[in-house]
């Protein structure tokens, strides 16, 4: 690109971020590899490699490849397919099914900026509602076999965010940008989730993870899911299970996509960490709160680059919260 072309074709100067937070070149790549844990291995009561696999996953990223999921491959590109066909509409169209009501008042569902969801007679009903009960039983699966890791019961975290707990999809479009080093697709977050199952664009990455202190690539993973550990499991499960921070950074010649399923406890429950999981060594981390206090909360701490465990002052104690220290990206954002 020449020069001259940049001016032309650089994103608006709200977007580029300051010199600080911008996406980094991704250090330390070739000695990590993402880790991997096949859902139908885990789900199995005695299969100690697997769930040993899953425990070293949890620990050391807070977030892993889901294989062995059986959802078949023309199933998963047909959700793509349509979302795609979804954000391809002319504004006007997408506009219909938007998330502000009357220019002022937000809602969870519809097509905006933040929290994007389907329209229904585009990603039509019965594939999108497929989708939602085979994630819902990876996602069941993956809460027994941590619950397993913990020695509780299998029921444990499903008990503990209550049995209608509900899964938002939020359907993401992220547009070539001339120049992915200016700007983030999506600003570094933790998911306010117990889980976040994501299905991933096949063609074009973005995924990153913040692993000691430095950005890391997911890389593309075709048919298979990443679970990405939410801050509604740090609480529960006292911070022994961590919400990792990610990001997006944008492709300059590729749009891209993604699904991403939020698990989240009944709005009407109180949450916090299990007395199961506190004693004399391990005080609680965090204090109990209302999810839907938390949920209203989310959205702010997001503007605010934070996560809501510390932006409601729900955290007690500072230990959950290691991984970041030394990282100026994040706490400059
Ligand atoms: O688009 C992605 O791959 C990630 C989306 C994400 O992290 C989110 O929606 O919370
Ligand atoms: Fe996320």
């Known amino acids: 690109m020449v020069a001259a072309d940049v001016g032309l074709v650089a994103p608006p100067s709200r977007y580029v971020l300051s010199e600080e937070n911008r996406p980094t070149t991704v250090a330390q790549q070739a000695k990590l ?37 059986g959802m078949p491959k023309e199933f998963l590109d047909e959700i793509l397919e349509a979302t795609r066909k979804f954000f391809h509409l002319p504004l006007e169209e997408k506009q219909k099914c938007g998330n502000v009501i009357d220019g002022v008042k937000f809602q969870n569902e519809g ?48 008990n503990m965010v209550g049995e209608r707990f509900k899964s938002y999809s939020r359907f993401t479009y992220y547009p070539p940008c001339p120049r992915p080093d200016l700007v983030n697709g999506l600003k570094p977050h933790t998911d306010k989730s117990v889980i976040t199952l994501l299905l991933m664009d096949k063609d074009v990455g973005g995924f990153q993870v913040l692993k000691d202190g430095h950005w890391v690539d997911v ?13 509604g499991m740090e609480i529960v499960s006292n911070a022994i299970f961590k919400a990792p921070w990610h990001r997006v950074v944008t492709s300059a010649d590729k749009e891209r996509l993604s699904l991403a399923m939020f698990y989240q406890p009944e709005p009407e429950r109180i949450i916090g960490p299990s007395g199961m999981l506190v004693h004399e060594k391990r005080p609680a981390m965090f204090k109990n709160s209302l999810v839907q206090t938390l949920a209203d909360g989310y959205w ?29 990206v994040v706490a400059n954002n």
């Open 33 to 69: 590899v993402i880790p991997i844990v096949d859902a139908s291995r885990v789900a199995m009561p005695d299969d100690v490699e697997e769930a040993a696999k899953l425990r070293s996953a949890l620990q050391s990223w807070g977030l892993f490849v889901v294989t062995g999921h």
């Open 111 to 158: 097509y905006g900026i933040d929290r994007i969801d389907s329209d229904e007679q585009i990603l039509d009903w019965d594939l999108l509602h497929e989708y939602t009960l085979e994630s819902g039983r990876v996602t069941m699966d993956v809460l027994k076999a941590m619950a397993k890791l913990l020695n509780q019961e299998e029921g444990f975290f499903i």
């Open 219 to 231: 890389p593309m993973l075709g048919n298979d899911l990443l679970v990405v550990v939410g801050e």
């Open 300 to 328: 702010d701490a997001f503007a605010a680059g934070g996560r809501t465990v510390d932006f409601l002052n729900v955290r007690i104690n500072a230990e959950a919260d290691a991984e970041l220290e030394g990282c100026a």
